[in-house]
């Protein structure tokens, strides 16, 4: 919507400023991915004072062998399957709800929604020790099941449903419940197509949710069969220090994953409304 | 659906909300609630014996009378005052700025959102060694412009400003890409009508983006509220609320009165409030932001 | 359709609710710190040869280690028997009733010729012992000799009658600080943490900051020893400014590494990091205040029985297999450079020629430190508010609060959190 000022000041400063903004956004990440191919000393050598060099690449993989020889690429795979199994479990259960919030008016509506707002106002770090006790009661404890099931309902994730919800015009919904579409045709033909866009963008949350969890994994999942990243990730250190080194390495695996995941769903995410138009 | 039962209108929104209400009920309210009557619960271990002791609200009590709990909600209050509009102009900047077509968008877009992928624990480490007041990679860069090394976060009047940066860092991201899809989901009739109008750049934002982004910026703004109400990670690994308590946060004070000195009585109790300050605020904002349901099916 | 999705529902709630969990009969659950699985998986393995008892190893980082033994007690869950206990929450977890006494387990023996004195003392409370020491730690003195000798400092001594004080330590650190070059005069290995740190006050004979008793620490906090190591640890990053702010105690050995720092007071197991690099370092025995007496900082990892374990007795056979035997004491000093806290090891370490050579020199001098000038942490119930209340409070000062104001505000915090205790 800015596209017709198409002055060249109006360019440059646009250029100005995104490449300002992608300096402080990268500048953190690339250190830590420059660091992640030298030795220790290297690494805080050459921050004091700071240098050029540490922001060039080493080029020791002796990091990178280390962490997969303990364990990061079980821990990788692990944290793959129990988050790609959330986010298909929560996108399912949460958009359900969410149209339900959304398009009805129901008896104790407005309690419910208020209990789903409590569920998120909560610190999950609250919640640990009941939910640890109620694991080990159930037979949960040290399982996927721990891991995964009580992390898919989750009230943002009905909430933003809820919001994308609200602005699909009334009248598609009604011509299709006239046309004789089940209410759960109407939320799973018409409603779940439109919100592509929100649905990647609930997926991803969820994913990020399973993707930096550490307390909970750790408490509830001590087996290293059932090692997620960031559990791993804080054993790469001795008794008295991380070793910074392959922390560096793991972090820069773990956070160029989720990149290509969003680079490859871009496209889907950003344009759905081509597809809302054609209908 | 050929049942009867499922024909009856009523029950279907109970069907389509059970399965996430069950899990929410079984999962955190549950929990919610056993910490709730654990923060009325006094434990001591005077003689080398654990006595439990229901206490009503004298934890409580005794929160409003410890300085500390005062300083803590103050910090939370500013915090929260400042964080939160802050990161959404800026996220809502982001986005409208990353609208413009160019030949780089994509890749531009997919460097802007990296911080999403890097776990908040992981960021906090990083700038934490870029924000060393002697060795940090920020006073160096300050440095190339002739600016003295700051003190960031080992000093009382920075820390709780590095540590805003380094959560708005992290969360920028995830928020402009709520936006920038709700953006992209405005019909582009719309600005260009307003073009035949004549309407100018600002016009367009103030009378076409704003109301039809409305929706998607009440969830930004309660999901981002919700979310730094709870943050304490980079007070766990870097300040530990200091220096001086100038970033103890409720919801680190209670991590620390949990995690660290096991007193769950008090830990939750601040909890408690916590949870209770951030439902009202989260109320408000839907009062006042948000909309009518008056076109729901009865 | 939605018929369907309740059965897809119920199916896979049935399939949630099928336990893995399987038991055997004689099995117990270790839980020890990830740097220790491997001196102490060969004679894990022995032992369940010897005993067929079998055992779980479970392995954790620092931080975690605590955490996850916290939520354990806190849920009196029974999943695990045998735990690695941090010296100073012995009196902690024995309150909180998360260990049990292991008197009974030792009534054959005399303790005491087992374990050197400073281990049994960390290992018990109220005359009780509840987990004997696996292992100790000692503090030296690490300096970078091309930064002394530019600097034009005498290299400090390990002879006894020849030990550096800390006004000599600091009028080095002077000349050596170079802004410039970002090269700092001195720094401590857990820089900001009681564990380091007691040793200042003691030296000043302000004691452990824990009254008698270990109820309180009223007026121990802030006597005058307490006050003066509090304003002295304010000069050195402040008024001196030898000593740099910031770095935390997971850096603090990179930049001595990277020759950054020139004094480092540090543990022994610190050696094995530039054993093999560049850097040209000495060793030294650890200061003290002149005139005061010479305290450095010790204990390491003690093993207990988990109280609410189904299995005490095949546990309480493993920390004594593990603990109280020279096999595996001699094993962990000569493999991993860890001091030892058995008699046999410190014996060891006296005897043997290898530790006359640079630099396995640092663990004869760290045994001697902690043999003859070890201060056990206060011994409180109340130790984890205690500790991070100090800690946070040191790194107050150190960031150029008002010592004694910081100080006092620590004292009364820590008073009213051991209400709990009394």
């Not at chain 1, 197509?193 to 649905?199: E, M």
């Given at each position: 919507m800015i596209t017709h000022?198409?002055?060249?000041?109006?360019?440059?400063?646009?250029?100005?400023?995104?490449?300002?903004?992608?300096?402080?956004?990268?500048?953190?990440?690339?250190?830590?991915?420059?660091?992640?191919?030298?030795?220790?000393?290297?690494?805080?050598?050459?921050?004091?004072?700071?240098?050029?060099?540490?922001?060039?690449?080493?080029?020791s993989l002796d990091p990178y062998y280390g962490i997969f020889q303990k364990g990061f690429g079980k821990a990788m795979i692990n944290t793959f399957f129990v988050s790609v199994v959330s986010v298909i479990g929560g996108i399912v259960i949460n958009s359900m709800a969410g149209f339900a919030f959304a398009q009805f008016r129901f008896k104790g509506d407005n309690i419910m929604f208020g209990f789903i707002l409590l569920s998120f106002a909560v610190p999950a770090d609250a919640i640990a020790i009941p939910l640890f006790k109620m694991m080990r009661q159930i037979g949960w404890f040290d399982t996927y099941y721990a891991l995964i099931i009580p992390m898919l309902a989750n009230g943002i994730i009905i909430f933003l449903f809820r919001q994308f919800f609200m602005g699909i015009p009334k009248e598609l919904m009604e011509a299709a419940r006239v046309d004789g579409l089940?209410?759960?045709?109407?939320?799973?033909?018409?409603?779940?197509?439109?919100?592509?866009?929100?649905?990647?963008?609930?997926?991803?949350?969820?994913?990020?949710?399973?993707?930096?969890?550490?307390?909970?994994?750790?408490?509830?999942?001590?087996?290293?069969?059932?090692?997620?990243?960031?559990?791993?990730?804080?054993?790469?250190?001795?008794?008295?220090?991380?070793?910074?080194?392959?922390q560096f390495a793991a972090s820069t695996i773990a956070g160029l994953l989720p990149l290509i995941f969003i680079y490859m769903f871009q496209k889907q995410f950003v344009s759905a409304l081509t597809g809302v138009e054609q209908k | 659906m050929k049942n009867n039962f499922f024909k009856r209108q009523w029950i279907v929104p109970y069907l389509f909300l059970a399965p996430a209400l069950?899990?929410?009920?079984?999962?955190?309210?549950?929990?919610?609630?056993?910490?709730l009557w654990e923060s009325l619960i006094y434990t001591s271990f005077g003689g080398g014996v654990e006595k439990r002791l229901f206490v009503w609200f004298e934890n409580y009590q005794y929160l409003f009378d410890d300085p500390l709990f005062w300083q803590s909600l103050k910090i939370t209050s500013i915090l929260t005052v400042i964080i939160n509009p802050f990161q959404i102009s800026l996220s809502l900047g982001l986005a409208l700025l990353l609208m413009r077509k160019s030949r780089f968008i994509r890749v531009i877009r997919s460097l802007y959102l990296l911080p999403i992928g890097v776990a908040l624990p992981i960021a906090t480490v990083v700038w934490g060694l870029m924000l060393d007041p002697y060795q940090g990679l920020a006073n160096g860069f300050l440095g190339l412009f002739g600016i003295p090394p700051q003190p960031f976060l080992i000093s009382e009047h920075q820390a709780l400003w590095s540590i805003i940066a380094i959560a708005t860092w992290k969360g920028v991201a995830f928020w402009m890409l709520f936006l920038l899809a709700g953006m992209e989901e405005i019909p582009t009739q719309y600005y260009e009508a307003a073009k035949i109008d004549g309407a100018?750049?600002?016009?367009?934002?103030?009378?076409?983006?704003?109301?039809?982004?409305?929706?998607?910026?009440?969830?930004?703004?309660?999901?981002?509220t919700a979310t730094n109400f709870v943050l304490m990670v980079p007070m766990i690994i870097l300040t530990k609320g200091g220096p001086m308590q100038s970033t103890n946060v409720l919801a680190f004070e209670a991590y620390r009165s949990g995690f660290y000195y096991q007193d769950w009585g008090r830990s939750l109790s601040i909890i408690s409030i916590l949870t209770i300050i951030s439902l009202i605020v989260i109320g408000l904002q839907l009062l006042f932001l948000g909309e009518n349901k008056e076109d729901k099916v009865k | 359709m939605i018929k369907k999705i309740i059965s897809f529902f119920s199916v896979f709630l049935l399939f949630a609710s099928v336990s893995f969990s399987a038991k055997a009969a004689e099995k117990i659950a270790l839980v020890i710190g990830t740097w220790a699985e491997e001196p102490l998986t060969p004679f894990v393995e022995k032992f369940t040869a010897e005993t067929g008892?079998?055992?779980?190893i479970q392995t954790f980082p620092f931080r975690d280690l605590l955490a996850t033994l916290e939520v354990r007690g806190n849920a009196k869950a029974d999943d695990v028997d045998v735990v690695f206990v941090d010296a100073p929450l012995v009196p902690s977890y024995a309150v909180r009733g998360m260990i049990a006494s292991m008197d009974s387990y030792f009534s054959d023996t005399?303790?005491?010729?087992?374990?050197?004195?400073?281990?049994?003392?960390?290992?018990?409370?109220?005359?009780?012992?509840?987990?004997?020491?696996?292992?100790?730690s000692g503090q030296i003195l690490y300096y970078n000799k091309d930064l002394l000798a530019k600097a034009g400092c005498a290299e400090p001594s390990a002879i006894e009658s020849e030990r550096i004080t800390w006004a000599e330590v600091v009028d080095c650190a002077k000349k050596i600080n170079d802004e410039g070059?970002?090269?700092?005069?001195?720094?401590?290995?857990?820089?900001?943490?009681?564990?380091?740190?007691?040793?200042?006050?003691?030296?000043?004979?302000?004691?452990?900051?824990?009254?008698?008793?270990?109820?309180?620490?009223?007026?121990?906090?802030?006597?005058?020893?307490?006050?003066?190591?509090?304003?002295?640890?304010?000069?050195?990053?402040?008024?001196?400014?030898?000593?740099?702010?910031?770095?935390?105690?997971?850096?603090?050995?990179?930049?001595?590494?990277?020759?950054?720092?020139?004094?480092?007071?540090?543990?022994?197991?610190?050696?094995?990091?530039?054993?093999?690099?560049?850097?040209?370092?000495?060793?030294?025995?650890?200061?003290?205040?002149?005139?005061?007496?010479?305290?450095?900082?010790?204990?390491?990892?003690?093993?207990?029985?988990?109280?609410?374990?189904?299995h005490k007795d095949a546990s309480a056979k493993l920390v004594r297999?593990?603990?109280?035997?020279?096999?595996?004491?001699?094993?962990?000093?000569?493999?991993?450079?860890?001091?030892?806290?058995?008699?046999?090891?410190?014996?060891?370490?006296?005897e043997d020629p290898k530790f006359n050579n640079f630099p396995d020199t640092a663990m004869k001098l760290a045994t001697y430190e902690s043999a003859n000038h070890c201060a056990t942490r206060g011994r409180t119930p109340g130790f984890l508010e205690f500790e991070e209340i100090v800690n946070t409070s040191f790194e107050d000062i150190r960031n150029g609060g008002d010592p004694a104001s910081v100080m006092q505000s620590a004292e009364s915090r820590i008073e009213q959190a051991m209400r709990r205790y009394k």
């Open positions: 000022i198409n002055k060249n000041w109006s360019i440059y400063a646009w250029y100005l400023i995104i490449v300002i903004g992608l300096i402080i956004t990268i500048a953190p990440f690339w250190w830590a991915l420059s660091s992640s191919f030298k030795d220790n000393v290297t690494i805080f050598a050459e921050v004091a004072p700071f240098s050029f060099w540490s922001m060039v690449p080493g080029t089940s209410w759960f045709g109407v939320y799973w033909k018409i409603c779940m197509p439109l919100s592509r866009p929100v649905t990647l963008g609930a997926g991803l949350l969820l994913f990020v949710f399973q993707w930096e969890s550490f307390l909970w994994p750790l408490i509830a999942a001590p087996s290293p069969d059932l090692h997620l990243i960031q559990v791993v990730l804080a054993r790469f250190s001795t008794e008295y220090a991380p070793i910074w080194n392959q | 069950l899990a929410t009920i079984a999962f955190k309210l549950y929990p919610i609630f056993i910490g100018r750049t600002f016009e367009k934002f103030r009378f076409i983006t704003l109301p039809l982004l409305k929706r998607t910026i009440l969830f930004v703004f309660v999901a981002d | 008892i079998e055992v779980d005399n303790v005491n010729e087992i374990f050197a004195p400073a281990g049994i003392a960390a290992a018990s409370w109220n005359g009780e012992m509840y987990a004997p020491p696996l292992n100790n070059s970002g090269t700092w005069g001195m720094i401590f290995d857990q820089i900001s943490r009681y564990y380091q740190l007691q040793a200042l006050p003691e030296s000043l004979g302000g004691g452990s900051g824990v009254c008698e008793g270990g109820l309180s620490v009223k007026g121990c906090l802030t006597n005058d020893g307490w006050m003066k190591a509090a304003q002295w640890y304010y000069d050195i990053h402040n008024t001196w400014n030898v000593a740099p702010k910031g770095a935390n105690p997971d850096q603090t050995h990179e930049m001595f590494g990277a020759g950054k720092i020139g004094m480092f007071i540090g543990g022994s197991w610190n050696v094995g990091r530039w054993k093999d690099s560049d850097l040209s370092f000495g060793l030294a025995l650890h200061p003290y205040f002149d005139g005061g007496d010479v305290v450095t900082g010790c204990n390491s990892w003690h093993m207990g029985v988990w109280n609410y374990s189904k297999y593990l603990t109280a035997s020279p096999e595996v004491a001699l094993a962990y000093v000569d493999k991993h450079n860890s001091l030892p806290a058995h008699m046999s090891g410190v014996l060891h370490v006296a």
